[in-house]
């Protein structure tokens, strides 16, 4: 079995558990909620949402998975900004002074 399947099987064994957890949460909570505690009617309508974000990240991640590390992030194309280009002259300047090695004689 190569890395990236085992990668890929650990996200859905991921996505098992953290459903497996949702859905047992959210059966307690209705539970509790139909027998009188008024608090639970909160988490009555939170661990549905929670499972919906655990979807949400396994989507992402199998795709990221599958992606690998190909995508390249790409400079942002500034165009003609002479300000930014005039910043950028400034901050090589300053990062290409070397410190004295001895301090000034006064």
Known sequence: ?????????????????????????????????LHGNSLSWAYVFEWPIFSGYAIYMWQKLLKQERLGDATDVAAPDHGDDRALDDFNEYLRRVHDKTPPTAPPET
């Open 1 to 33: 079995m190569t890395q990236g399947t085992k990668r890929i099987l650990g996200i859905h064994l991921g996505l098992a558990l953290a459903q497996l957890i949702c859905v047992s949460a959210f059966a307690i909570e209705l539970s509790r909620a």
